[in-house]
Each structure stands twice: as C-alpha cells, then as structure tokens.
C-alpha cells in the first residue's frame, strides 16, 4: 500500500506536536469534545499512522488487504481526524467542521460517514471484540492484516472487553495488538478510585496475552513495544501504555485544579496558551 510512510523518531514527534496543535484547535472551534482523551493517546495513533506499523490507503481506504485500527475509546475521535489530516486524507478546513450540524466528523467515530473510519464507537466496550472479528476474518481471508485497538483504561471497566480478550487467546489470534490507554482517569474521576483494575499486566498475562507496558508518551517506548508486538507470532499482544491525560499542555491545565478535564474544550484563551506550547 503506496501511501504508508515511515518516519524517524525526531520526525514523529514533530508529526505528533502537530497533531496535538490540530486537536486543541479543532475541539476549541467545535466548542465540545474530549481533548485530554486524545492527547494521552498521540504519541501510539502518530507512530501507527507514520512510524510504518499501519499499512493504510488514501487511494483505497477500505482495501481489504489493509491493517486496520479500531479507536474503542471513540470519544477520543479528534487525535484520529488530526492524524488523519496530518497524512493528508483531510483538510484543516474539513476537520475543523468537528461536531457541526452534518459534518461528517462527528463527535464520535461514524463508519457510514467516513471510509477511514474501521468502525462507529463511542459506546465503550465494544472495539476489541470488533478488532477480534477483524483478526479472524483477515486470517481467514489468508490476508497478513494486523488489527490494533485502542481502549481507555476507564473502559476496560467493561465486561465485553473480558469476554474478547478470552476469545482473542483462544484463536491465537497473532494479528491482534489491543493497546490500553492507562491516563489514569475516567469521565468521573481517578480510575483507581471509580473502579481500580490495576495491574493490567498480570490480567493480561493470566488471559494468555503477550503483555508490555510502557511509557506511552514517549515516542521511543511506542516505538518499540510496536516493533516488539509485531515479532510476536503465536498468540495476541498487549501494549499497556501509561500515559497522561492532556500531555502536552499539562501546565495550561494545572492552574484550572482539573487535571482530568474530561469532555470539555479548551477555552479560546486556554488554547492559545497550548498552542504556545505546541511551537
Ligand atoms: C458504555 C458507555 N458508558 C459510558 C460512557 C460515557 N463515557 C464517555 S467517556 C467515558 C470515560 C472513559 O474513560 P477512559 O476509558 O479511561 O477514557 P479517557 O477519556 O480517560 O481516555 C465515559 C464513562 C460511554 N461512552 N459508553
Ligand atoms: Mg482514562
């Protein structure tokens, strides 16, 4: 697939410093939306989509031969069109008609408006077993697709994540990457105190699973669990990636006294104070 690049580690950050410009702005100009969801998951959407692990198509986007990746965590929507625009699928123009009354880019991801979007989430819980039927169809298929699918660490609260992680051991399904986004909150608080699942590691172990866990705001970590994940060849991978809500513009959101910030945009004020921090 001609359009999958592969860009080194200086020229990622660079791609993910941009990314994180555009969903400040994005989120602040649509007035709504989860911009602290979507910046504790850029530096793995940047290294996906540039770093050469995502084979994808702006000439054929639903190319059956693709490697797909599924946002379970839909809310977090904005990093996926800024990665998108980044890569040239879309304009600024476009995207900056987030959340408007019949833009196609909707508040969550929507399948039947968009073809670079492998599936409509937002109703968390449910992207892992679609990335498990995806696995065993492409294997079926006798394609070598990978499906990757990113959860919240909120979301893994959910009881279908359970039930796919169980099924994904069961078929060895190899070409199955699920990668947990562990910000350390959730919509109402610190998931250790709404629901606290910690260690992930040894869950996903116990289930069969090939586990790391990383810094997943360092792009040299992302870089290489990625790598790592894919030399794996009998049985399903995790990358648990310990992030932080809003990395990036940590310091703007200090002084409000709510580091979660959880579906709510920057003020126009506020986000010219992270983009400031974005140069
Ligand atoms: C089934 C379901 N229940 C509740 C919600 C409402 N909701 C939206 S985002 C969110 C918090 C998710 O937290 P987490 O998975 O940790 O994602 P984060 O925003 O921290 O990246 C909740 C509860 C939902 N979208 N789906
Ligand atoms: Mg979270």
Redesign the pocket.
């Known amino acids: 697939m001609a359009d999958a690049t592969k860009q080194s580690i200086d020229q990622l950050k660079e791609t993910a410093k941009a990314i994180r410009r555009l969903i400040i702005q994005i989120t602040t100009e649509a007035g709504s939306g989860?911009p602290?969801?979507s910046l504790?998951?850029v530096e793995v959407v940047t290294a996906l989509y540039f770093g050469g692990f995502l084979r994808h198509s702006k000439v054929n986007p639903r190319d059956p031969k693709r490697d797909r990746f599924i946002l379970s965590?839909?809310?977090?929507v904005p990093v996926l069109y800024s990665a998108l625009c980044q890569a040239g699928y879309y304009t600024f123009e476009q995207i900056m008609t987030l959340r408007k009354l019949g833009s196609p880019f909707e508040g969550h991801p929507n399948m039947k408006q968009l073809d670079t979007m492998e599936a409509s989430t937002?109703?968390?819980?449910q992207g892992l077993s679609l990335g498990v039927g995806h696995a065993l169809a492409c294997r079926l298929d006798g394609f070598d697709s990978h499906t990757y699918v990113m959860?919240?660490?909120?979301?893994?609260g959910?009881g279908q994540v359970w039930e796919a992680l169980a099924s994904a051991e069961k078929y060895r399904l190899a070409n199955l990457t699920a990668i947990v986004?562990q910000?350390g909150?959730?919509?109402?608080g610190a998931?250790k105190d709404v629901l606290d699942l910690k260690p992930f590691a040894a869950k996903f172990d116990a289930f069969g699973w090939h586990t790391q866990v990383i810094e997943g705001n360092s792009m040299e970590s992302v870089v290489e669990a990625l790598t790592k994940a894919r030399a794996v060849t009998d049985r399903p991978t995790a990358i648990i990636s310990q992030t932080k809500?809003g990395f990036g513009i940590l310091p703007v959101l200090e002084p409000t006294g709510d580091l979660?910030y959880?579906?709510k945009p920057l003020s126009k004020e506020l986000a010219e104070k992270a983009l400031a921090l974005l140069k």
């Open positions: 989860h602290t969801s504790s998951a965590k839909g809310h977090a937002g109703s968390l819980g959860m919240g660490d909120g979301e893994m959910e986004d910000n909150y959730q919509q109402t998931t809500k979660n959880h579906g």
